[in-house]
């Protein structure tokens, strides 16, 4: 029964669900529960750093359930997306029901779509990339899937990598930094890609190309079918998704860097490289996202065996409550930079 415990990630859908059907002030019980009632869970519950032994990561490695769990944001990330598409063109609301259901579809794309994207892109089906792929679609992200897979794990916590943040960078301008630089990074990857293939720009290889098109038919086909409004509900929710991925990023390496070796290389990814934590509903609702440390040192595990390792610097709330310190940036100062390793800061 335990394994069912993930299931509590489909928690923020149904209280999206539960905004849009019953609107009013309960257009906000997204944010509230994701920003305000998880951090508070994450104080009370205790933290837990306990690993599995060869044997259970054997049988959890075997039950589909894990699998399952994922698969199924597909239909319920879409369903919302239709569903508030349908409430924000066909009734009559607020403009600040308006906001509050943008602001509650943002943090399911966020959470239940790029995050389980992201879990799915590490996979080596091509059923679940597809998933993970078509999940990136309504944040307009897509280009993540290239820019994470074959940048940002090579490049981690080192000048070079766009989604990790700067020792004293504020999270509002790691969103511009890591946006603009991660888009042009899996542009550049791209090209470097089908080079080595002897493919050309327009080639159905090519599949930044294809992206931008999926993404350009999304809102064209939004606009459409529900109009002014629905465009602006399907861009503007799309962006609350990817600044919540980009706030995720800010905080997952956060003042980290790889110390460089005599010949100049940088050393390998590490457990310290990666900030950590083990509060147990983050954990839960993240699809174990917050044990980061361990998916950077074998990026192949499945989040269902991820490990807590001692050596990882460890953050001192959950990443939903990190989230929110992060938005105000001299007490995120003043929380974190002391429990950055000394020689990395010196390094900047």
């Given at each position: 029964?335990?394994?069912?415990?993930?299931l509590a990630?489909?928690?923020?859908?149904?209280?999206?669900?539960?905004g849009?059907?019953l609107?009013g002030?309960?257009v906000?019980?997204?944010?509230i529960?994701?920003?305000?009632?998880?951090?508070i869970?994450?104080?009370?519950?205790?933290v837990?750093?306990?690993?599995?032994?060869e044997?259970d990561?054997?049988?959890?490695l075997?039950?589909?359930?894990?699998?399952?769990?994922?698969y199924?944001?597909?239909?319920?990330?879409?369903?919302?997306?239709?569903?508030?598409?349908?409430?924000?063109?066909?009734?009559?609301i607020e403009?600040?029901?308006?906001?509050?259901?943008i602001?509650?579809?943002?943090i399911?794309?966020?959470?239940n779509?790029?995050?389980?994207?992201h879990?799915l892109?590490?996979?080596?089906?091509?059923n679940?990339?597809?998933?993970?792929?078509?999940?990136?679609l309504?944040s307009?992200?897509m280009?993540?899937?290239?820019?994470?897979n074959y940048?940002?794990h090579?490049?981690?916590?080192?000048?070079?990598?766009?989604?990790?943040a700067?020792?004293?960078q504020s999270?509002?301008?790691?969103?511009?930094?890591s946006?603009?630089?991660?888009?042009f990074?899996?542009?550049?990857?791209?090209?470097?890609?089908?080079?080595?293939?002897?493919?050309?720009?327009?080639?159905?290889k090519?599949d930044?190309?294809?992206?931008?098109?999926f993404?350009?038919?999304?809102?064209?086909?939004a606009?459409?079918?529900?109009?002014?409004?629905?465009?602006?509900?399907?861009?503007?929710?799309?962006?609350v998704?990817?600044i919540?991925l980009?706030?995720?990023?800010?905080?997952?390496?956060?003042?980290?860097?790889?110390?460089?070796?005599?010949?100049?290389?940088?050393?390998r990814?590490?457990?310290?490289?990666?900030?950590?934590s083990?509060?147990?509903?983050?954990?839960?609702?993240?699809?174990?996202?917050?044990?980061?440390?361990?998916h950077h040192?074998k990026s192949?595990?499945?989040?269902?065996?991820?490990d807590?390792?001692?050596?990882?610097?460890?953050?001192?709330?959950?990443?939903p409550?990190?989230?929110?310190?992060?938005?105000?940036?001299p007490?995120?100062?003043?929380?974190?930079?002391?429990?950055?390793?000394?020689e990395?800061?010196i390094?900047?």
């Amino acid at each position: 029964m335990k394994d069912f415990k993930y299931l509590a990630a489909f928690s923020i859908p149904i209280f999206a669900f539960i905004g849009f059907y019953l609107k009013g002030y309960w257009v906000w019980a997204t944010p509230i529960f994701a920003f305000v009632c998880i951090p508070i869970l994450e104080l009370v519950f205790p933290v837990d750093t306990d690993n599995f032994s060869e044997e259970d990561v054997d049988n959890r490695l075997k039950r589909r359930l894990f699998d399952w769990l994922l698969y199924l944001n597909l239909p319920i990330v879409f369903g919302l997306l239709i569903y508030g598409l349908f409430v924000v063109t066909n009734l009559n609301i607020e403009t600040y029901e308006f906001v509050g259901l943008i602001f509650s579809l943002g943090i399911v794309l966020g959470v239940n779509g790029i995050n389980v994207a992201h879990e799915l892109g590490h996979r080596q089906t091509t059923n679940e990339r597809f998933i993970g792929k078509a999940l990136l679609l309504p944040s307009f992200y897509m280009h993540f899937f290239i820019e994470h897979n074959y940048g940002h794990h090579l490049h981690a916590a080192t000048p070079e990598d766009p989604a990790t943040a700067r020792y004293n960078q504020s999270v509002y301008s790691f969103w511009i930094t890591s946006t603009v630089r991660q888009y042009f990074s899996a542009w550049r990857i791209q090209q470097k890609l089908l080079k080595n293939n002897n493919q050309r720009f327009l080639s159905v290889k090519n599949d930044m190309l294809w992206y931008t098109v999926f993404q350009v038919l999304y809102l064209i086909t939004a606009f459409f079918f529900f109009g002014k409004t629905g465009f602006i509900f399907t861009l503007a929710s799309g962006m609350v998704g990817f600044i919540l991925l980009e706030t995720v990023n800010y905080i997952e390496h956060y003042g980290l860097l790889r110390l460089q070796t005599k010949s100049g290389r940088y050393e390998r990814v590490r457990e310290m490289h990666s900030w950590n934590s083990n509060h147990v509903i983050g954990r839960i609702v993240l699809y174990e996202l917050t044990r980061h440390s361990d998916h950077h040192y074998k990026s192949s595990k499945k989040y269902q065996i991820l490990d807590c390792h001692d050596e990882s610097p460890q953050m001192p709330y959950g990443y939903p409550t990190s989230m929110v310190l992060a938005m105000l940036p001299p007490l995120w100062f003043k929380i974190m930079n002391k429990r950055v390793p000394r020689e990395m800061i010196i390094r900047h």
